[in-house]
């Protein structure tokens, strides 16, 4: 992929992996693809196969170290973004050192990815904010989001958890994208079975099922709010 759209100036960075955590979607009874973060953090990274160190088939700092360095090696122009661990909502500050190497020589190409929505809460600060405050590293929000169902018949309005994400993210130099903003599903079910189904009703998106009206107009005023230039 990365010698594939080498030199594209769309393509500003890669994404190492969507949402790794310790149980993820398809792992099933599979042990080998849990993703840990914070196991022996304190211990340098394993280089090569049977030599010292951290074995990155089971830790994630180490797997993304790695893979970032691979990546900036054959593109130095790209971002690498890290999503965090639990499905991509915390990024524990033990560990950060492991990532710190991503530099293409002049600069950092590290870019921590955040998803975060109401079942999370609203310790924005915690989880990932901290990066942000204190100047440790650039974050993206690579999702968030909430429901939006009933809004294109005028009887929603802004969730208070909302509320509380759009205050933060309006005090904190963190950039963010909404996730998604297709009015209809194109998940056919592969994760949510009983949940999901093509065509219909997305109901996290920012358009209607028509795909040609917001679903939320207070929603996309709160958004605009954020989206000034930093």
């Given at each position: 992929m990365v010698n594939l759209f080498q030199g594209d100036p769309y393509v500003i960075g890669a994404d190492l992996r969507n949402e790794p955590a310790e149980t993820p979607y398809p792992c099933g009874n599979q042990n080998n693809c849990k993703a840990e973060w914070k196991r022996e953090w304190h211990k340098?990274?394993?280089?090569?196969?049977?030599?010292?160190?951290?074995?990155?088939?089971?830790n994630w700092p180490c797997a993304a170290q790695h893979a970032g360095g691979?990546?900036?090696?054959?593109?130095?122009?790209?971002?690498?973004?890290?999503e965090g661990i639990g499905y991509g909502t915390e990024i524990p500050e033990e560990g950060l050192h492991h990532l710190l190497h991503l530099r293409n020589g002049k600069q950092s190409q590290l870019v921590y990815s955040a998803?975060?929505?109401?079942?999370?809460?609203?310790?924005?600060?915690?989880?990932?904010?901290y990066l942000v405050e204190k100047h440790k590293?650039?974050?993206?929000?690579?999702?968030?989001?909430?429901?939006?169902?009933?809004?294109?018949?005028?009887?929603?309005?802004?969730?208070k958890w909302l509320n509380s994400a759009i205050s933060y993210l309006a005090?904190?130099?963190?950039?963010?994208?909404?996730w998604p903003?297709?009015?209809?599903?194109?998940?056919?079910?592969?994760?949510?079975?009983?949940?999901?189904?093509y065509y219909g009703r997305e109901s996290y998106g920012l358009l209607c099922p028509s795909w040609d009206t917001e679903a939320s107009?207070?929603?996309?005023?709160?958004?605009?709010?954020?989206?000034?230039?930093r």
């Open positions: 340098a990274c394993m280089h090569r196969r049977g030599t010292a160190g951290i074995d990155p088939r089971e691979a990546i900036v090696g054959l593109d130095h122009r790209l971002l690498i973004f890290v998803h975060t929505y109401s079942q999370d809460g609203t310790t924005f600060d915690k989880r990932w904010g590293a650039p974050v993206w929000i690579g999702e968030f989001g909430d429901t939006v169902a009933n809004h294109c018949s005028n009887a929603g309005s802004p969730s005090k904190v130099p963190a950039s963010w994208s909404w903003i297709n009015g209809t599903d194109s998940d056919g079910g592969i994760h949510y079975e009983s949940e999901r189904s107009e207070p929603i996309m005023e709160d958004l605009d709010s954020i989206m000034q230039e």
